[in-house]
């Protein structure tokens, strides 16, 4: 038998209840059992309790689009960038993400997948890298917003395979506009690899998004930011997003990217399952305003919680956290807290195909736990059952 830990006197969010005052038996990295009282628990066999005195436990954040945080950029191409947003992001709640990329040349992104790759082959301080996000190359340029548009290009099945191969399989996101040259057969190409197909940074018309749809396509990157807009005569991307429950939208929560009466809209529109929370954050995050940071080689300058491109003042990433994040939404929205956490949790995680271990309190998955106060204040955040950070160290007893 491995070592047992018992998370407590827990407010505990499951699938399909709440639990007032329940416990949480983890072993081994997994969740092994969730009981609706401390009763049943043999105390003989267990290394640790952890009294979370009617605080909320809750799954572990699953970011699927982030590029950076803490100083640290993914593009960097340095397996130490990867490992030092892990952590950082930990202790913002987030428990497994998908490190995402810009639109570069070649070499570049292959030296960030390559990173990437020894991330997940070593292992992490913080939360667990998933895979990846392939944001660009093959998009549009006139919605490239923050992404370098000297780098791209028309959608190569070679060169996707080229990254497939680098990545031993560990794509498992990537954002293209389909309205590009042999954008609909690349799509079709994707999607028989097993990797989610995401819109984004497109000006597809009503009529494109349908074939992309069709063509395998179920995931909008980033509503209403870097894509046609929705207008009467022609829906567009954005139209599309809303029109269609094919498709899942990511959007971030900031107040700045999308504005928050248009977030509630959203929540009202969609099916609940179709929509997931993104950070979008770039190395900024968690960092000083000032004006000596860049996104993808485009200098940018952050200010009062916002992140802009220096030449044409349009935002560039977030500096957004997963924890604000979930703040915004509950704020933005008026929804209880067992609403708003699917969009962070389960459902970017089957929208990735990690449902099966991650985004939820279920028992065999595995033990990405979070602990909030009941002013939604992260005060602790477990990784397969073990603590990356915690303010709950007087709570644990032997």
Known sequence: M????VFTKAKIYTPDRVIASGS???ENGRIEAI???????DNDNIDSFINLN??????GFVDVHVHGGGGYDVMSGHVEDIDGMCLFHAKHGTTSFLPTTLTADHLSIERVIGSIVKAIENGTSGAEVLGLHLEGPFINEKRSGAQNPLYIREPSIHELDRYCELSKGNIRLITLAPEQPGAIEFIRHTYQKGVTISIGHSNATYQMMKQAIGAGATHITHLF??????????????GAALMHDELTVELICDGFHIHSDLINYVFRTKPLENIILITDAISAAGQPDG??????????YMKDGQVRLKESNDLAGSCLTMIEALRNALDFTGRPLHEILPTLTINPARQIGVSDRKGSIEIGKDADLIVLDDNFELQATYV?????????HWCQTP
């Open 2 to 5: 491995g070592k047992r830990t």
């Open 24 to 26: 949480v038996v983890v």
């Open 35 to 41: 009981l609706e009282s401390r009763d049943a628990i």
């Open 54 to 59: 009617g605080r909320h436990l809750v799954p």
């Open 225 to 238: 930011n870097g894509m046609r807009p929705l207008h009467h005569r022609e829906p567009g991307v954005a």
């Open 291 to 300: 004006n000596t940071y860049e996104l993808g080689g485009l200098p940018c």
């Open 384 to 392: 397969k059952g073990k603590e990356v950070f915690s303010n709950l």
